[in-house]
């Protein structure tokens, strides 16, 4: 079993045949301080040689980017490479790819899918996004209405629209699910295939928000060809492979691991000490209820991470559990969200005529997700988004009800009848 | 930055050993502490279930946990502690723990264990022979205690009244806070003892009766000093409003599991109530409010067990989140029970009578929320 010294171990022959010696800084304009200052080449060298050496993600099987070993430990190898100034792999930028399309992937797919596309989604060279919203499929996913078709060669046939897709103009490859039956009720109607984003018949298009921003947008799909050899999982087996999509999203969206005072609340800190002539007692009050809520959060997040890793090692050990999140971190995205939004409120509040204010409202297609970047007022107008990306919380409110509480479902009028036949 | 960093990686989750605990107090609560044996005790007059209290010492060793194996304990530490103050939240049960093997326990700790007037009584309570109590008056908050209502005179006669203490009357030792001819010390009582009067209350919570306390040239056995006494008094506190959390989770995943329970059985217009989305969401946000008040309350257990210097915000943040969650769900309990939670047969107002007494108890919430603004440096205006 790999434990944190043989870790280290490797790390160090990590570093030790691929030093991280930086080159000069460049002209200012290029970009800020730090990890970048590595040219692209030797940058993506680097990260290769993490990924071949099992160090990109150590809780992975051997040979795609892991060591079989558990989760828990891979703090270890993050804070040796970055007290060794070694390059990330910028998982800001390609967050769905590591959070969504991997957990997926490896559950799913084929080794020959493996170790086609977890190598280069890692290191970021190629990034992924996920078609899964439909305009007339939000909270209700498994009615989305996308088709795809089987042509003469046992490939597929895309047509149909997706919305509220990050990261869509820049990405390589999309998971995708689509209807492949539509006589069958819908959740046994899908299938869940990864799809090329260079065909010509996928036109990309960015949808602004209210933020001023174009951080998603919308995807019409026209006779994309995808061939089966790109289909995860099995025919009619698509709401399966998503609700693992989906469990891992939540986790990924409300589950990020952060130091005390890590995310919104050490903003809002970072200005109450800042700011001395804008405190009132009011402000003070409810800033250290929220600081408790966050640090509760920050631990109940913890706790959930012991518990996955826990659980992993029992798998290992011979146990049965999966290790894949459960609907607990559905749990962990509402708290994230509901905080994030308070903080963000109580911080545009705080600053008083400062909060009147917006640095920007021109259109931008910003390349990653920064939910504590900018100024008060950005960060309280994308807060909004948190308690509707990734399942809103109603629904994860059902979720925890129905599956983690056992209570009763709500009566459905849907859940037997073909999908065709549903009203629209 | 942050003022102050907590333990590299706090264990928030229970060990093998911690689970078979668990499994041995649960099971006795469940043979002995069930609902209806604790509502009709509630109105004899006794002060606690003494019975119990036997087993769940003698046979569990359940108050020893805090003390060392030399002097009578078992030698664990507040993580097992928190276990049993779990259980014992859950049942509501009517036992002088968090009192004596919890208050009185840690005070005596914080004295110095090589005289015989500390170890003799501190095997005692670890053993549950004798039931003590720390005289402070149940609200009282770690940092700064205020000066000692009872005074002592050179001979170690006290005289003075402390206020609304919790278990004193079923305590036979009384572990006094007093300003001497020296300032501040402990001093050991015995209640059986002349110039010892208690004084019962009416408490809003049955199950953890209250009592002032006078003493009118009580004979007071010196314990510890100066800035040793006080730390010894500071130490409980902190202890005891740390593992109070454990208790509070406790009750409240009773109040949540009992109200989903009742609610998935319960039909109102031709469904189960628990089917309506206006209910299953409260339940649901209960159910994070509980899991969130798990992390916290394990958090605190382990940095007390750590004694790291993290300690005090664990404490703090444990008690300003844990005390509402359970008054929470004690009162959603009650709303989504409707009729029958408002009677006095159904055991759901034995939680909230618990509950919001709990949140009173070592501090409240916003008690805690102040200590934490200096402790984490957002200093008010």
């Not at chain 2, 009582?189 to 002349?194: I, K, M, N």
Request: proline residues 7%.
């Amino acid at each position: 079993m790999t434990d944190a010294a043989d870790l280290r171990r490797r790390t160090a022959e990590l570093l030790a045949t691929h030093p991280p010696t930086r080159r000069p800084a460049p002209p200012l304009a290029e970009g800020p301080a730090g990890p970048h200052l590595w040219s692209d080449t030797d940058r993506l060298d680097f990260l290769r040689a993490r990924f071949d050496a099992g160090l990109a993600w150590v809780h992975f099987p051997e040979g795609l980017g892991g060591l079989d070993a558990p989760r828990s430990l891979q703090a270890v190898v993050d804070a040796e490479l970055a007290a060794a100034g070694a390059p990330d792999n910028d998982p800001g930028r390609i967050g769905i790819g590591l959070g969504m399309a991997a957990p997926t992937i490896l559950r799913y797919g084929t080794e020959e899918q493996k170790q086609r596309f977890l190598r280069p989604l890692w290191t970021g060279e190629e990034v992924w996004c996920q078609l899964f919203s439909e305009p007339g499929a939000g909270s209700d996913l498994a009615a989305l209405a996308t088709r795809a078709v089987r042509d003469d060669n046992g490939n597929w046939v895309v047509d149909g629209q997706k919305v509220w897709t990050s990261s869509a103009h820049l990405a390589r490859w999309a998971i995708l699910v689509a209807r492949t039956d539509p006589a069958v009720p819908k959740h046994q109607g899908l299938t869940y295939f990864v799809c090329d984003m260079t065909d010509p018949g996928v036109e990309v298009r960015p949808l602004r928000q209210i933020t001023g921003e174009a951080e998603f947008n919308e995807v019409f799909l026209s006779g994309v060809r995808i061939p089966d050899a790109q289909r995860l999982g099995a025919v009619g087996d698509g709401w399966q492979v998503a609700r693992t999509t989906l469990m891992n999203e939540r986790v990924a969206i409300g589950g990020a691991r952060s130091a005390r005072e890590g995310g919104m609340i050490g903003v809002a800190a970072a200005a109450w000490r800042d700011r001395p002539e804008l405190r009132t007692h009011d402000l003070h009050r409810r800033l250290l209820t929220l600081w408790v809520e966050a640090e509760v959060a920050r631990l109940t997040g913890e706790r959930l991470r012991q518990q996955l890793s826990r659980t992993l090692n029992s798998v290992r050990a011979g146990g049965t559990p999966t290790g894949q999140p459960g609907p607990e971190g559905s749990g962990m995205k509402l708290a994230f969200a509901r905080l994030a939004q308070q903080i963000s409120g109580w911080e545009v509040e705080f600053l008083g005529e400062d909060g009147l204010t917006y640095d920007d409202w021109t259109l931008r297609r910003p390349e990653g997700v920064d939910f504590t970047g900018r100024e008060a007022g950005y960060r309280y107008l994308r807060a909004k988004g948190n308690s509707i990306e990734g399942g809103t919380s109603e629904v994860l409110l059902n979720i925890v009800a129905e599956r983690v509480l056992g209570l009763p479902p709500e009566p459905r009028t849907d859940k037997d009848v073909a999908w065709k036949d549903l009203p629209r | 930055m942050t003022p102050t960093t907590p333990a590299a990686e706090p264990d928030l989750l229970y060990s093998e050993d911690e689970d078979a605990l668990r499994a041995a107090v649960r099971a006795l609560l469940a043979d002995r502490c069930g609902p209806a044996t604790v509502l009709a005790a509630l109105e004899t007059g006794r002060p606690y279930d003494p019975e119990l209290w036997r087993s769940l010492t003698s046979e569990i060793g359940a108050a020893g946990l805090l003390v060392p194996e030399k002097f009578g304990g078992q030698g664990a530490g507040p993580r097992e502690a928190a276990v049993v103050l779990e259980e014992l939240g859950r049942a509501v049960a009517p036992v002088p723990y968090l009192t004596s093997a919890v208050l009185a326990v840690t005070a005596l700790l914080g004295c110095d264990t090589d005289r015989t007037e500390v170890a003799g009584p501190l095997a005692d309570l670890a053993e549950g022979r004798t039931v003590g109590a720390l005289a402070v008056p149940l609200p009282t908050a770690p940092g700064g205690t205020g000066p000692a209502t009872v005074r002592a005179d050179a001979d170690g006669a006290l005289t003075g009244r402390v206020t609304s203490v919790a278990d004193a009357a079923g305590a036979g030792l009384l572990l006094v806070p007093a300003e001497g001819p020296d300032g501040p010390a402990l001093y050991a009582v015995d209640t059986a003892a002349d110039g010892v009067c208690t004084e019962p209350v009416t408490p809003l919570d049955l199950t953890r009766p209250l009592a002032h306390v006078v003493f009118e040239g009580a004979p007071g056995r010196p314990l510890a000093r100066g800035e040793r006494a006080r730390a010894a008094v500071e130490r409980a506190l902190r202890t005891g409003a740390g593992l109070l959390a454990s208790e509070q989770l406790g009750l409240a995943e009773w109040c949540l599991t009992e109200t989903v329970r009742y609610t998935g059985e319960r039909t109102q217009f031709g469904r189960p109530i628990g089917s309506f989305q206006a209910l299953k969401h409260r339940m649901a946000a209960l159910w994070l409010d509980v899991a969130s008040a798990r992390a916290a309350a394990r958090n605190a257990a382990d940095a007390l067990a750590g004694d790291g210097p993290d300690a005090p915000v664990a404490v703090a943040v444990a008690q300003a989140y844990c005390a509402p969650v359970a008054v929470r769900a004690a009162e959603e309990c009650i709303q989504l029970h409707a009729g029958i939670g408002m009677t006095w047969e159904h055991p759901a107002h034995l939680y909230l009578k618990r509950a919001k007494t709990d949140e009173l108890a070592l501090g409240t919430p916003g008690r805690h929320r102040d200590a934490l603004a200096t402790l984490v440096d957002l200093a008010a205006p």
